[in-house]
DNA sequence: CGCCGACTTGAGCAATCTCAATCATGGTGG
DNA sequence: CCACCATGATTGAGATTGCTCAAGTCGGCG
C-alpha cells in the first residue's frame, strides 16, 4: 500500500476533468505485487477496474485444455481494461506481476457511475479501448502474416528509440515472455535471434544492440523477396486518441 | 441509397437516449455496395463512422509487403470501429462488401460531438469496444494456441445454433474467406474439414450438417488428449454490454 | 564447488505452405 | 441440349517452418 500518485500523469487519465479525477482518487487504493504474484485470475469476479502504474502486468488467458496464451503485457499509464468480458461481470484473462509491479484498483461499479457523469472519463475510456483494440489488431496481422523472425524483428524495432540508426538498449522482460507474447516456443525465439545476428542486431543476455535500426525494418517486410511502399513502425507500444 | 432503418433496432444503438438517436438519423447516410466493392479504403481519412445494417463487410489490413490479413467480418448491426486509428484520424484497414451489402455512415466529426453529449451513447460506443477487444482477444488465443483443425471447429461451433446437439445449417461465407479468417491457406482449410469428416461434420459445398455438436466442441479442446474444465463456447460472435 | 535457472543448440518430427493437377459446378453461347 | 469455360474446392507431393525432446552452456549464488 503505497502513496498515491497523481493521476493526472496517468496518460488514461490525462485528458479527465478535475472533479471526476478527485472522486477517483477518493476510493482508489494501490497495491504492489513481487515478481510472480497474482494481480486477479481469469474468473474472478470484475470488482476493480485496474491501471498498472509502475512494472509490468502480464494478462494471459488459459484455455481449458490447460495451455495459456499471453493476450498483453501492460505498463505504466495502461489499464487492464481488455481483461473484462463484455458484459463486464468477470475477468476473462488472469493478470501477474512481472518483476515488482503496482496498480490502481478503483471499485468497477464506482468507475462505471462515473462513466456516465463524466463525458471526458468516458471520452479517455474510449479512446484506452481504441489503443487496445490497435495494439491487437497489429498482433492478429503479425501473427497471420508474419513469420516468427519477422515478428521479433518487428518486437526488437518497437522497442528501439527513435532518433539514431543503430542503438542499444535492453530488453524490458526476459526471453521466455517475450517468446509467449510473440506466440513462439523458447527455442524457436533463440533461432531467430541468431538470425537477426546476421543482420547487425547482437544480444548479450539482455542487451540489445542494433547496427542498421532501417535494415531490422526491411526486415520485417519479408526480409529481401519485397521491398518497396514506405516503412510504418509496428505498435507493440501505442499512444494517442480517438474517434472524430 | 436505400432507406434509413430505425436506428433503434441495431444492437450498437439499443440503449442510446431518444433525443441522442433522432440527432445521429439527421445525417445519416445509408449506402449499398455490390459484392467485392470498396467501402472504404485503408489509409483514407476517417470522415465517416460506419455501421453495417445488413450483408458482411470484411475488414483486412494489407502490409507494406503486399500481403493481406482479415482483420473481422462484421455483420448487421456491428460498427465497423476497429477501422479507425487510436486518433480517429484514418482507417487503420480497408473495407469491402462481402456479397451484398448496406452500411450507415455518420458524420464522423458530428458522432464525435454526440459522444460528448450523450452519456448513453458514450456507453454504446464503450460496450462496442469491448465486444471487439473480447472477439481480438478470442481471436490472438486461438492463433497462439490452436492448430488449423481446432480453429475450424471453434469457427463452425460459433456458427451451430443452441439447443440440438446436432444441426445444419449453411455458411455465410466461401471457404476463401473463412480460410482467410483463421489464418490459414485455401487447401490447409479443406484438409481440416476432411478431418472433421471423421468426428461427424458433414460439408456439402457450402451446407454444413454437425452430428454432434458435443463432440466437435471436444475437439476443440485438443481432439481427445485432455478433457477436463468445463467448456466454455468459442466467440466469433459476440453479444451483451460493459465496464461494471 | 555444485546446483539452478535461463538460455542455446542439435536432431527428428509434425503442421502448414507451395505448387500443381484434378474435379465439380454453374453459367453461357451455340 | 451440350460443349466449353471460369471459379471454387479438393487432393497430392515436396519444401519449410516451427515444435518436441534432449543435451549442453553459461552465469549467479548458496
Same mark, same amino acid.
Given at each position: 500500500?503505497?502513496?498515491?500518485?497523481?493521476?493526472?500523469?496517468?496518460?488514461?487519465? %490525462?485528458?479527465?476533468? &478535475?472533479?471526476?479525477?478527485?472522486?477517483?482518487?477518493?476510493? &482508489?487504493?494501490?497495491?504492489?505485487? =513481487?515478481?510472480? #504474484?497474482?494481480?486477479?485470475?481469469?474468473?474472478?469476479?470484475?470488482?476493480? $477496474?485496474?491501471?498498472?502504474? /509502475?512494472?509490468?502486468?502480464?494478462?494471459?488467458?488459459?484455455?481449458?485444455?490447460?495451455?495459456?496464451?499471453?493476450? !498483453?503485457?501492460?505498463?505504466?499509464?495502461?489499464?487492464?481494461?481488455? =481483461?473484462?468480458?463484455?458484459?463486464?461481470?468477470?475477468?476473462?484473462?488472469?493478470?501477474?506481476?512481472?518483476?515488482?509491479?503496482?496498480?490502481?484498483?478503483?471499485? %468497477?461499479?464506482? $468507475?462505471?457511475?462515473?462513466?456516465?457523469?463524466?463525458? @471526458?472519463?468516458?471520452?479517455?475510456?474510449?479512446?484506452? %479501448?481504441?489503443?487496445?483494440?490497435?495494439?491487437?489488431? @497489429?498482433?492478429?496481422?503479425?501473427?497471420?502474416?508474419? !513469420?516468427?523472425?519477422?515478428?521479433?524483428?518487428? $518486437?526488437?524495432?518497437?522497442?528501439?528509440?527513435?532518433?539514431?540508426?543503430?542503438?542499444?538498449?535492453?530488453?524490458?522482460?526476459?526471453?521466455?515472455?517475450? %517468446? &509467449?507474447?510473440?506466440?513462439?516456443?523458447?527455442?524457436?525465439?533463440?533461432? =531467430?535471434?541468431?538470425?537477426?545476428?546476421?543482420?547487425?542486431?547482437?544480444?548479450?543476455?539482455?542487451?540489445? $544492440?542494433?547496427? @542498421?535500426?532501417?535494415?531490422?525494418?526491411?526486415?520485417?517486410?519479408?526480409?529481401?523477396?519485397?521491398? /518497396?511502399?514506405?516503412? #510504418?513502425?509496428?505498435?507493440?507500444?501505442?499512444?494517442? !486518441?480517438?474517434?472524430?
Amino acid at each position: 500500500m503505497s502513496e498515491l500518485p497523481p493521476l493526472r500523469d496517468l496518460q488514461l487519465f %490525462a485528458s479527465v476533468d &478535475a472533479q471526476t479525477l478527485q472522486r477517483l482518487a477518493r476510493d &482508489a487504493k494501490v497495491e504492489t505485487f =513481487a515478481d510472480g #504474484e497474482v494481480v486477479f485470475r481469469q474468473g474472478d469476479k470484475a470488482v476493480f $477496474f485496474v491501471v498498472v502504474l /509502475h512494472g509490468y502486468v502480464k494478462l494471459s488467458r488459459t484455455a481449458s485444455c490447460g495451455d495459456e496464451a499471453l493476450v !498483453n503485457i501492460c505498463t505504466a499509464g495502461e489499464s487492464l481494461y481488455e =481483461a473484462l468480458t463484455p458484459d463486464g461481470a468477470i475477468y476473462r484473462v488472469g493478470a501477474e506481476a512481472i518483476g515488482e509491479a503496482s496498480v490502481l484498483k478503483l471499485s %468497477a461499479a464506482r $468507475f462505471g457511475g462515473l462513466l456516465r457523469d463524466s463525458s @471526458s472519463l468516458a471520452r479517455a475510456v474510449i479512446d484506452e %479501448a481504441a489503443r487496445k483494440i490497435s495494439a491487437l489488431i @497489429s498482433e492478429v496481422e503479425s501473427l497471420k502474416g508474419q !513469420n516468427a523472425d519477422q515478428r521479433l524483428a518487428q $518486437f526488437i524495432l518497437s522497442l528501439c528509440p527513435g532518433g539514431e540508426d543503430s542503438c542499444c538498449f535492453r530488453l524490458p522482460y526476459d526471453k521466455r515472455l517475450i %517468446a &509467449a507474447r510473440l506466440g513462439v516456443k523458447q527455442e524457436t525465439l533463440s533461432r =531467430a535471434f541468431a538470425k537477426l545476428r546476421d543482420i547487425g542486431v547482437r544480444t548479450e543476455t539482455r542487451d540489445i $544492440f542494433v547496427e @542498421s535500426v532501417s535494415r531490422l525494418a526491411a526486415e520485417c517486410r519479408g526480409g529481401d523477396r519485397h521491398a /518497396h511502399l514506405p516503412s #510504418e513502425r509496428g505498435d507493440f507500444l501505442e499512444s494517442r !486518441n480517438v474517434v472524430a
